[in-house]
């Protein structure tokens, strides 16, 4: 167990719609990333959270949106949903500090599959 | 971040070392080179760590030329359960904020009985 947690675990819905997934992260990490894990694309980085504030962003389209909360968990929007955004989508924290080994703690992401 | 070279898939029998290498040949000096391994769909899960020395923890050793060019991850006594993709990846660790992983293709090891 990671210690960062997930939810939802399983998630189906239609073309068009919205989603929010959530992380909560380990506790007392600053840092929150969001990945997209689909089976042509492997492991894609979408954005990074640090403290509240976009750090980094990746290949994440104009349709998703994140944000990270004053409790720092994290939520990802992904909206107008297609076929290929069904995918795994991982949320990862690490440490900071003087704590900070350079490891990323990955959740058991949230599966996605849009019909 | 420097870019990775790995083999697409290798195979390894249970119980013995599995070798993986990882070709990082424009590695800066204050890269480090990261192993991380995704089991089948799970989260990936960090393995070992290390800048210029060898390094040894509980699941694994790290060993990494003198050039700093290749390393090698090293799973002792492989089991089935080590049957994973495994990630090679090279990034400066940033004191008080770690930057993003960036995952290639990574190498599937498959461990046999």
């Given at each position: 167990d990671s210690g960062v947690t997930q939810t939802p675990k399983h998630l189906i819905t239609a073309t068009g719609q919205r989603v929010t997934l959530r992380c909560s992260p380990r506790s007392g990490d600053l840092s929150v990333y969001w990945y997209q894990q689909s089976l042509d694309q492997g492991l894609q980085f979408l954005i990074q959270y640090y403290n509240g504030e976009e750090r980094a962003k990746g290949?994440?389209?104009?349709r998703f949106s994140a944000q990270q909360f004053p409790d720092l968990h994290s939520e990802l929007n992904l909206s107008?949903?297609?076929?290929?955004?069904s995918a795994l989508y991982f949320c990862a924290s690490s440490a900071a500090?003087?704590?900070?080994?350079g490891e990323l703690f990955f959740g058991e992401g949230s599966r996605l599959t849009v019909l | 971040d420097a870019k990775t070279t790995q083999p697409t898939s290798m195979d390894c029998a249970e119980g013995r070392a599995a070798n993986l290498p990882c070709n990082?040949?424009?590695?800066?000096?204050?890269e480090y080179v990261y192993w991380y391994r995704q089991i089948h769909s799970q989260g990936p899960q960090y393995i070992i760590h290390g800048l210029k020395n060898n390094e040894t923890n509980e699941m694994a050793s790290l060993i990494i030329t003198e050039d700093r060019k290749s390393s090698t991850l090293i799973l002792p006594h492989a089991t089935l359960r080590d049957t994973a993709v495994y990630y090679c990846i090279v990034r400066v660790a940033m004191a008080g904020n770690t930057g993003k992983l960036i995952f290639g293709q990574g190498t599937t090891l498959q461990v046999k009985p």
């Open positions: 290949n994440i389209l104009e107008s949903l297609e076929l290929g955004d500090g003087t704590a900070n080994t | 990082h040949s424009t590695i800066s000096g204050n």
